[in-house]
């Protein structure tokens, strides 16, 4: 099987950077698309940021210029680099990845989450 654990939340104040790690494991043959969603208290999930595995990007609007995903295919590991960052980016950000297991079977799996909260 696949497991995706993320690491980096916390507590800052705003104006402040948080880095977030997402970690595969398991049976993997290759990675495609890797995303960061996030969800606030009350609010649907929402896609974040995307890379593919050639290191295309695309982000939501609210975090352009802010936040920069990245990925080292090595580690099978994705990064979400938070900067100035504002109350309204508190949320459990959840990390997503499209892999290719070592049976060939491509599925979709989702990380446990991990809680970034900016105070005023």
């Known amino acids: 099987q696949v497991q995706l654990v993320e690491s980096g939340g916390g507590l800052v104040q705003a104006g402040g950077s948080l880095r977030l790690s997402c970690a595969a494991s398991?049976?993997?043959?290759?990675?495609?698309?890797m995303r960061w969603y996030r969800q606030a208290p009350g609010k649907q999930r929402e896609l974040v940021a995307a890379?593919?595995?050639?290191?295309?990007?695309n982000y939501v609007d609210s975090v352009k210029g802010r936040f920069t995903i990245s990925r080292d295919n090595a580690k099978n590991t994705v990064y979400l680099q938070m900067n100035s960052l504002k109350p309204e980016d508190t949320a459990v950000y959840y990390c997503?990845?499209?892999?290719?297991?070592?049976?060939?079977?491509?599925?979709?799996?989702w990380g446990q989450g991990t809680q970034v909260t900016v105070s005023p």
């Open positions: 398991g049976t993997i043959f290759s990675i495609n698309d």
């Open positions: 997503n990845a499209d892999v290719r297991r070592t049976d060939w079977r491509l599925s979709s799996y």
């Open positions: 890379i593919t595995s050639a290191g295309n990007t």
